[in-house]
């Protein structure tokens, strides 16, 4: 027997529908569906789409619920946006994101900043995964937002990204990102990467104690402090 409840949310002009059932949450904009919760998924809440809808609304409906997965499968999403939202979200361990809408990154307000610092000051997330890496601020902006992060899988079309980012990391770690060990990241060119790789970080030491694996199109670089 499944029990499902509806739920009417009305706030100026916006009108949500919240329906909860065991297997399935969801919520709907006018037009799309935007998020879907399933607790048959390690308790993982998926943004489908991007929103403008107040957090306040909701709020008081995700803060019953103990979300561990926060998957962002919309193409791009808005950093205050995330950052909004993970606010509400405080166990969460692990953050999947397909892409971040940092092309022409609007000023975050001092509100934003100030919810950056509480997120980043009391997040749990130990693994990330970024499915598509455009160039080296989404990683800074993710680090910033992960302070806790361990292991750290990225999806990257261009090779000279890759070496900017793993030198960026590389030289962070230290004193930002202490806990991050292992890093994914998936090429094209696993071959030629991982060459090019081993030369810059043994040129230019970035890191005395690491290992490096292929399996199949992921190249995984371990190392330690």
Known sequence: MRFVLFILLHH??????????????????????IVKWNDSAANQLTITNT????????????????IFTLHVTCDKIFIGNLIQLMLYLPKLTSLIVSSLALTHPRTLSTEDVEMLQE?????????????????LPEIHFLLQLC???????????????????????????????????????????????????KRIIDLEQLCQNYTMEQIDDKIYLKYTR
């Not at 929103?51 to 103990?66: A, E, H």
């Open 12 to 33: 100026r002009s916006n009108l949500i529908n919240a329906r909860i059932s065991i297997k399935i949450f969801v919520f709907y904009s006018r037009q799309l569906q």
């Open 51 to 66: 929103w403008s809808t107040s957090f306040n609304l909701i709020n008081p409906i995700l803060t019953k619920i103990d």
């Open 119 to 135: 997120v980043s000051q009391n997040s749990r997330i130990t693994h990330v995964k970024l499915k598509r890496v455009f160039d």
């Open 147 to 197: 302070p806790s992060i361990e292991y750290f899988e990225m999806n990257f079309k261009n090779k000279d990204v890759i070496i900017k980012v793993v030198r960026y990391i590389l030289m962070k770690n230290v004193k930002y990102i202490p806990n991050l060990s292992t890093l994914c990241l998936r090429t094209d060119e696993p071959n030629s990467v991982m060459k090019e790789l």
